[in-house]
């Protein structure tokens, strides 16, 4: 039997950098929709070029073409011990699909792990997050800032709302933000969460594979209690 495990948290919660400690713990690949959907950048296809704008929309990519992007990446080589996944699934849909197709295979799921955060905390995460392309460091405004200046500037067109820029104050460098991150695109996928993710809660609870972790510590307490979890259930 495969390792097959969901992790499962609002933007921000601090879900790529423990599926990264996982799969170098647990030695499965992290596979996040969202890093195959971003991968799909530069191809200059309708479907490809479909997806950047349902994203940057911070809207849900259907979830026919979202299950076959899926089972693209689990039927590579190193996805045969099982992996974890992040970002997916996002909806009911998804999770029974994912149920039948491991079925189908001899599998089954492990574990949900679910980290807990809170919806403005969850805000200040995504929309604070600022990055130096010079020296690759990360920054939040709310939450990291020494040495930056941030303020609100209006779009050239008016519209609303205005962008937030943050700036190095020792060398003037313009910090980098995903694009997704701009206020209306981060609300769009808070608010989508709660509403589509949340019945997944459910769902999970009562096929008793989700275990919930308080998301709002430092990372290696975090680290330390999804470790337990997956040591349980291995
Ligand atoms: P993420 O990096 O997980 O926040 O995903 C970025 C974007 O990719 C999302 O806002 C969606 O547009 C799309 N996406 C990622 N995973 C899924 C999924 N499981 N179902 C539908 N859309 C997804």
Known sequence: MGLYLI??????AGKGTQA???QKTFNIPHVSTGDLFRAMKNRQDELAQ???????AG????DDVTNEVLKDRLEQPDAQQGVILDGYPRNVAQASWLKDYLAQRGEKLAAVLLLDLDPYTAFKRAFGRVKSTKTGET???YTNNEGLTWEFIEHPEHTYPPRLEAKLKATGEILERRRDDEAFSVVKRIDTYLAETMPLVDYFRQQDVLYSIPADQ???VVSQAVQQVIEKVK
Do not use: E, H, K, T
């Open 20 to 22: 990264a400690f996982i």
């Open 218 to 220: 430092p990372i290696d």
């Open 139 to 141: 920054y939040n405004i």
């Open 7 to 12: 992790i499962m948290g609002v933007q921000g």
């Open 50 to 56: 479909r997806v950047q704008n349902i994203m940057n």
């Open 59 to 62: 809207q849900l990519v259907p």
